[in-house]
Every structure is written in C-alpha cells, then in structure tokens.
C-alpha cells in the first residue's frame, strides 16, 4: 500500500466515525423530542403538563393502563367524536369524565400517538425528572442546540480534508519527485508558494466561497429574534396564570379566537382577578438573571397603571386606568399577513406551536424564528382536519370536490395545507 493510499484511507474512516456518531446523537435527540413536541403542540391546551392535575380535561397519567384495546385509545384519540357515535362503552363513559368536548386530531398516525402515551407515562411517573432521566435531558440539551453544533461539526470535517488534501498533494509531490531522480530526469525548481498562482487562485476562491456563506446566514438572520427575551414593566409569568392556574390563553388573547391578531388584554381584564387577589403567595419567582422577584410588589404595579386604590376598591373608577407599556416580543415584517383566528379557529392549531411551552416560561421570550421557511414548512407538514366524510372534519373543505374524490379513490390519504393554496405567495404577503 502507497502512502497516499494509506492516508485516504486513514482519513476516510475517521470522517465516517464523525458522521455516524453525529447522525447517531442527533436521531436519539429526535426520538426523545417527539412525544414532548406532540403533547406540547396538541394536548397541554387542555390537559396538565403534570399528568395528573385536573385542568379542562383529566390528568393523562396512567392512561394506556385504562384501555385494554389499545386500537380503541388509538381511534379515541384520533377521532373521539366518532368512536362515541359507534356506541364503544368505554369511550361513553370517557366523555363523561368532563363537559368539554375533546379535539379531533385526524392527522395523527399511530407511531407519533405511541409518542405522545409515551412521554405521558414517563413524564407522570417522574423518569423524566428523576436522576435516571439524564439521558432525556442530554437527548433535548442536544436537539436544543443542534443547529450550533452542526456548523461545528461540518467545520472540523471540512478541516479534516482541507489537510488531507495538502498532505495528499505533498506526498504525490514528494513521490513523482523520487520517481524522475530515478529516471534520471530533471525536475524543474518549486514554484515557491507566494507565487504560485493555482495555490493563489484556490485560496482567493474558498475565501470568496467561505465569506460568501457567512454573510448570507448573516442577511438572512436580520430581523429574526428567536430567543428575544426583554424585561417588561410588570413582571408577568404565564407559568403562575396559564401553567398553575389554568387560565385558558382565551381568557386574555380573546381576540385570537375572532380577529388576526391576538391583542394585548386590557388592565380592566387584569383587573377582573386581581381586584381580589391582592397578595402573591404562589411559588418562588425569578427573572433570567435568577433575583428573586416579589409577587406582590409586582400586582402593586399593576395598581398604580389601574389607579386602583386596594385599601378603597370601592372608590376605583376603570375610567381612571392607563395602559401597561409592554414590550412587544414577536415582530413580523410589514409586507407579511398572519391571521390568528385562521390557525386557532380554523385550522385547531395549539398556541404552544408557534408559542413553545408557554406554560412553563416566567419571562416569555420568542420560541420560534417565524422565518417564511419556517412557515412554509409547517404548511407543508400540517394536515387539514378535512371533511372526510359527512360525520367529521371541518365543513368548510366539503368544497373541495377534488380532493374527496382522490381521498375515495385512495390516490390522497389526506390534505395538508400545502393542497389548499397555504404556500402560495398572496397566502401571506399583502
């Protein structure tokens, strides 16, 4: 074997151990994410990110143990409209746990609900907090991060060859060298390397290559503040109001449900509660710097913008209230349209979609980078809760006669928002 050949093959393997072991990280990363990401964007609108605190819905916890058919809890939750009209004892007597009707999620397949029973069970039985769940917590510390690590990754593979190839290049130098001494040939002097315009000429480029990438990742970041996290006049924790005490997001952002945008809720609606609740006595609170914040002080605050008096809540006039100056945290462009009540009315879409685990953040900060890519993906991704049949899914897509006929005709299994028009320009650009 040649020295060359040697080194490739030296090179080869070490690039290979690098890129398994990184694919390998990355899918056991996926993997434990999934059921998280699932119960987050479909479930924790109702039920308790606990799984056992009764919130809208019952606690999850233990859940697979209650159905002997797992087929059965499958189509429950799938379609638990449907499998109540079949006359299935069990889910007759599961509706009756709560007077909410429960979602239909019809875009669910079999392994993303094993997923998401999953990650209830070991959420419920503490194998996700516990010492045990170390694993769990590198699996999401490394989906967190992923996207710092692959650059870096892709940066050492790139230096790994980068030096392969010089070394490859001196050595079929160094051996065509010793090949004419040995045929007696002359060799011609060395170009030195300053004024070796191939060298030169490939240099110049990758810099140009190298450089080009950057500044593009830069100009495409402009603007985007994924992981924006300001300090606010008052401090609000959605984990203390939406988390602990369940207030339904709709109870403050009511205008999602009707209009495009969500709206900030006015002191009045913050009144409603804290007209009574005077004094903070929930769990400890800190900022992102970790100082202890006083709840209470915090609801004084909100007295002063009421110009509510607690010591004479008779005397208080709403009239008398002035604006809290929140600082806005998810900015769009001015060309881009985004309509809320045609996500969460129309199309069921979760607030934690687009909002992350809102239920668990003190100081909200932005979860998603809302980029155009990151939306068309999603539209390309997100099924339709079509109108299959006459029995279920939204009667606003029974107009779209081509697609049942595909759908009956087996050419579709479903629709996504792609198939409707969602990644045509006028969708969301004015």
């Not at 685990?357 to 909200?364: H, K, L, P, S, Y």
């Not at 006929?405 to 087996?410: F, L, R």
């Amino acid at each position: 074997m040649t020295i060359s050949k040697y080194i490739s093959n030296r090179l080869f393997l070490i690039i290979l151990t690098l890129f398994t072991f990184s694919k390998f990280n990355v899918t056991i990363a996926q993997d434990d994410a999934e059921g998280k990401q699932l119960f987050i964007s479909k479930c924790q609108s109702c039920h308790s990110g606990d799984m056992k605190t009764m919130s809208t819905g019952p606690g999850l916890f233990g859940v697979q143990a209650q159905w002997s058919d797992q087929g059965k809890l499958h189509e429950w939750i799938r379609n638990n409209q449907k499998l109540i009209a079949s006359g299935y004892p069990q889910a007759v007597e599961t509706s009756k746990l709560t007077p909410n009707v429960m979602s239909v999620f019809q875009d669910l397949t079999d392994p993303q609900i094993d997923a998401i029973l999953k990650y209830i069970d070991d959420k419920g039985s503490g194998k996700l907090d516990a010492k045990g769940g170390a694993a769990a917590a590198a699996g999401q510390a490394a989906e967190e991060d992923s996207t710092k690590q692959h650059p870096l990754l892709y940066g050492i593979i790139t230096l790994i060859l980068a030096l392969g190839a010089v070394i490859l290049l001196y050595v079929n130098s160094s051996l065509k060298k010793i090949a004419d001494e040995a045929d007696g040939k002359k060799t011609p002097a060395a170009v030195p390397f300053l004024r070796n315009k191939v060298y030169l000429a490939t240099i110049a480029i990758l810099l140009f290559i190298v450089s080009g990438y950057f500044n593009t990742k830069a100009m495409i970041n402009m603007n985007r503040q994924k992981n924006y996290e300001p300090r606010q006049p008052i401090f609000y924790s959605h984990r203390v109001h939406a988390g602990i005490n369940q207030i339904n997001c709709l109870y403050c952002h009511g205008n999602a449900w009707e209009s495009k945008t969500a709206a900030i809720p006015s002191v009045n609606v913050c009144m409603n509660c804290h007209k009574n609740i005077q004094k903070y006595s929930g769990p400890e609170l800190k900022d992102q710097e970790g100082n202890v914040i006083d709840g209470t002080a915090e609801i004084a605050k909100l007295y002063k913008y009421a110009g509510f008096n607690p010591q004479a809540p008779e005397a208080w006039n709403p009239n008398d209230a002035k604006p809290i100056e929140w600082t806005k945290i998810h900015n769009l462009p001015d060309h881009v349209y985004f309509n809320h009540s045609q996500h969460i009315r129309v199309g069921n879409v979760q607030c934690q979609t687009c909002h992350g685990e809102i239920t668990a953040m003190d100081e909200v900060h932005q979860f998603a980078e809302l980029s155009m890519g990151w939306c068309v993906n999603c539209h390309r991704n997100t099924k339709v809760n079509f109108n299959v049949d006459s029995t279920s899914g939204n009667k606003f897509y029974s107009i779209y006669e081509k697609f049942h006929d595909d759908i009956k005709s087996g050419k579709m299994d479903s629709v996504t928002v792609k198939d409707i028009g969602g990644t045509e320009c006028q969708k969301c650009h004015y």
